[in-house]
């Protein structure tokens, strides 16, 4: 069964507060939910294997993947790609956003659950122990990569917190915006040896729903990622 986040107390060290740099939609989804398991990702890496040109010479879209699960490494490092603070004392982070405001929240659908990624402690908040992939590839009219890979980040925007300051291009910002999240997460996957493919073509309304999301929170990207399926070029 579905857990649907009501109450939590995070205590997050180093001195940060829990609604530093969060936005106000985000702050109060953390204050109102439960989270039955919070994980603690390890430190992500700063350095690579390989350089930002061959990552990008080797990007491609990939939609057959192994049923291999990534490791704790693996996932904390792609949700540090996507969202990771890079500067503490002005919490900026690896995407540029508009006014620094940063809208977008991520998600990651696994075999063990639904899980939010918190920037702040870079950590988890685990929201539901069910595996909803088949259910989110429904959502996203049937795609396969979607049910078949080990992980799914889905990125849902708030607008309002970029409205607030830029009105009506707050939406043109923001969808910008989770472009360049988009593409460091495909380009870190690559750093990792994985593969990852790009979905934008499903419901709204019923990913929204698979995840539970909070009424302010809109879905606009879906991108699997796990191991290239062995002869899959």
Known sequence: MKVR????????????????????????????????????????KVTGPISVEEA????????EFSPKDLTIEQVGQLAWAAQGITDIERGARTAPSAGALYPLEVYLVKRDGVFHYVP???????????DLRVSLSQAALGQSPVRAAPLNIVIAAVYQRTKVKYGP?????????????????????????????????????????????????????????GY???GVE
């Open 5 to 44: 986040p009501r109450l939590l107390v995070v205590v997050i060290g180093a001195g940060l507060s829990i609604s530093a740099g969060l936005g106000c939609s985000q702050s109060a989804r953390v204050h109102n939910a439960v989270a039955s398991t919070e994980v603690r990702l390890p430190r992500p």
């Open 56 to 63: 990008l010479t080797r990007r491609r879209s990939v939609r």
């Open 120 to 130: 702040q402690g870079h950590k988890l908040l685990q929201l539901s122990g069910e």
């Open 169 to 225: 291009r707050a939406e043109r910002y923001v969808h910008i915006e989770v472009g360049h999240v988009g593409q460091n997460l495909h380009l870190q996957a690559v750093a990792l040896g994985l593969a990852s493919v790009s979905i934008g073509a499903f419901e709204d309304a019923a990913v929204a729903k698979v995840l539970d999301l909070p009424s302010e929170q809109s879905p606009l990207y879906i991108i699997p990622v």
């Open 228 to 230: 290239r399926e062995k």
